[in-house]
């Protein structure tokens, strides 16, 4: 875990009874110039912040996806649990087959293809899908989708942490909405990242905005996520209820 800048603008500043807001969707990579460099340029993306072990890409949409250094970094082997994925991003696309080849020409693989949507792995190995929606402005970011042992439970944790509504909750899948929405599905065998122990790594964190990091910390605590080592004046790490790890950024 290390600090980042926020990705936020005043649209997406929190809502007055959130704990926070969603900054930045972080990627553990052994290659950070490679994994940004096939972000930026699928998404449209500029460069925010640059540093030795850490890039972050704004996309047009203003969804903030950095990219941190992990040397030792073991990619997920979708769609199994004994190395999973812990998350994936979806993205919005006009045209499934032409998104997917320039995903491929820029260092993807393609791991499953579906009539309204396409998995396919970056090239730190992150799974992430493309979803068909033709009335798309090119690719956009739909959402952030974690798995989890219980849908319904992790999406209630994160409506409280980002003070909105759980829109959706059916058959195993969760979502809550605002302008960076985010989905949860259950998974059967679930495998929670351990951070920091390295034989259960964390593939992607979140990054949440926070005014203080004293309130902050009280409020997620009380919510059910843990405190986890780590941390320094700027930040705080936990972990939600399915044991995904966060940070509190100030």
């Known amino acids: 875990m290390t600090e980042s800048t926020s990705a936020e603008s005043e649209a997406t500043r929190p809502a007055s009874d959130s704990v926070g807001s969603l900054d930045t969707v972080v990627l553990d990579t052994p290659d950070i110039v490679t994994e940004a460099d096939f972000w930026k340029t699928l998404t449209g993306g500029t460069v925010s912040q640059e540093d030795d072990d850490w890039i972050t890409v704004v996309t047009p949409d203003l969804w903030g996806i950095a990219f941190q250094l992990a040397p030792d970094h073991i990619a997920p082997r979708w769609p199994g649990q004994e190395r999973p994925q812990q998350a994936h991003i979806d993205l919005y696309v006009p045209d499934l087959a032409t998104a997917s080849a320039r995903a491929v020409e820029l260092g993807a693989t393609v791991l499953r293809e579906n009539e309204q949507w396409i998995t396919l792995a970056d090239p730190a190995g992150h799974p992430f899908d493309l979803c068909l929606k033709e009335d798309a402005d090119g690719i956009t970011v739909m959402g952030t989708t974690f798995d989890c042992p219980d849908a319904s439970a992790l999406a209630r944790f994160w ?74 004046s700027g930040f705080r790490v936990f972990a939600d209820p399915a044991g995904h790890p966060f940070c509190l950024v100030h």
């Open 159 to 232: 409506s409280g942490v980002m003070g909105e509504p759980v829109t959706y909750d059916a058959d195993g899948v969760a979502m809550i909405g605002g302008s960076k929405p985010m989905l949860f599905q259950s998974v059967e065998g679930y495998n929670a990242p351990r951070w920091p122990d390295p034989e259960h790594p964390q593939q992607v964190h979140l990054d949440i905005e926070v005014s203080d990091l004293d309130t902050g910390e009280a409020a997620v605590l009380a919510l059910g996520a843990t405190r986890l080592p780590g941390g320094n």
